[in-house]
């Protein structure tokens, strides 16, 4: 049987100690991601990828603009943007918003428009 390989998240906190990302080139995975810990009113801008991606909400409440429309997401939600769309979001609930953000790739190519 094969090894599998395990990281632990705090080891891939970023600046803030809020978000964590994983690379999954670095791993040997063909998919990478990141674990979003976000304060009332935070946002991502506008962007795209090359590559579908894909979120899990998992406490709070998320505003999404996918290619020029805007709508809600919640708790056990799940959001994905195909490859190429124009996206960004916010957060619009009460308190922290946590998500899973998922990249079809084993990088992150972002293009911030």
């Not at 040997?28 to 009113?41: N, R, T």
């Not at 979120?55 to 409440?61: L, N, R, Y």
């Amino acid at each position: 049987m094969a090894t599998a390989l395990k990281v632990e998240l705090a080891s891939l906190r970023q600046g803030d100690g809020l978000t964590a990302a994983f690379e999954g080139r670095a791993h040997e995975a063909p998919v990478s991601f990141f674990e979003v810990d976000m304060e009332e009113g935070g946002n991502v801008p506008l962007h795209r990828h090359p590559y579908a991606e894909l979120w899990i909400v998992a406490d709070g409440e998320v505003a999404f603009t996918v290619d020029g429309e805007s709508g809600p997401a919640r708790v056990g939600e799940v959001v994905i943007v195909p490859a190429g769309i124009a996206h960004c979001f916010q957060n619009t609930g009460r308190g922290r918003l946590q998500m899973t953000c998922i990249h079809a790739s084993d990088t992150f190519i972002t293009e911030w428009l």
